[in-house]
């Protein structure tokens, strides 16, 4: 019995030492995106791009670059790293959620957003061994959609209920500011002035990226209603419609520094946080 224990002990503790530097490393990753997103945006709003961009437009942007193919392949890597620990927050409960409804759907959601990050990880690995060219813009999300569609007449509410879903967290995200203050950076340990920071950084950035998502929350619902596709807007597209709003090169100009804001307070996060590996 005791070496049993002794043996379940030692797989915690080999699981535990790959999980954390796995969750660091996506973390910078997820953060290099979105601030390469935000500075992008920032361009567009600042008449030097022609068009916001996405996660496939930061990937072909940092395949193009020199060296690109490493440094895409390096980002690849922590894409992959932070779907697994999205994984690992979901089934291992790292986030204390509990079995209850809600503690079930978060966890569940946890499990989605690692299902997207190794998406985007696949789409990076197709650019690395020239398999496929990727779409940029609103084009994949209309194609997945209007797949849905076609699968029978209710699928439309499909649609609804995401674009419902994409309100709600953006909800949860605004309470989140309010109720876990601090805490929204799960520092380990403490540095004072160097968390009261980070703490605004990351409150900026999760109201810039609530606000892209309520708009692409928005637009789903508008699809899913009318049955229109076109209608479904991504990252892109949201940044696009946002700069079409009475004073929209103000709001985006606002929302592109709130990303880049949101993309510092991941790294900081690669940094600061405390990874509970169960």
Known sequence: ?????????????RVR?????????????????????GVM???FATGYRSEPADFSTVLVKVFSEPFGRLLLALLTIGLIGYGLWCFVQAAMDTEN?????????TRVLYAVIGFVYLAVAWDAVKLLTKTSNLPEG????????????????????????????????CVYEI??????????LKPKGRKEFVDEVAMHIGQIGIVARSVLF???????????ITVDPNKVRGISGALTELDRQP?????????????????????LLAWRRRINAG
């Open 175 to 184: 309470r989140r500011l309010y109720v876990e203050g601090i805490e929204i």
């Open 97 to 105: 959620k509990g079995t209850g409804l809600l503690g079930i759907l």
């Open 1 to 13: 019995m005791l070496t049993l224990q002794g043996d379940n002990q030692n797989v915690k503790e």
């Open 247 to 267: 004073y929209g090169n103000y709001l985006l100009l606002a929302t592109a520094l709130g990303l880049a804001a949101y993309g510092i307070y991941m790294l």
């Open 17 to 37: 030492s790959w999980i954390e530097p796995v969750a660091r490393i996506g973390y910078v990753a997820k953060g290099t995106v979105y601030l390469m997103i």
């Open 41 to 43: 945006a920032m361009l």
């Open 214 to 224: 309520l708009i692409i929350g928005i637009f789903l619902v508008r699809a899913g």
């Open 138 to 169: 609103d084009q994949p999300e209309r194609e997945l959609t209007a797949r849905v569609f076609a699968i029978s007449s209710t699928t439309r509410w499909l649609a609804v209920a995401a674009g419902l879903g994409f309100m709600a967290f």
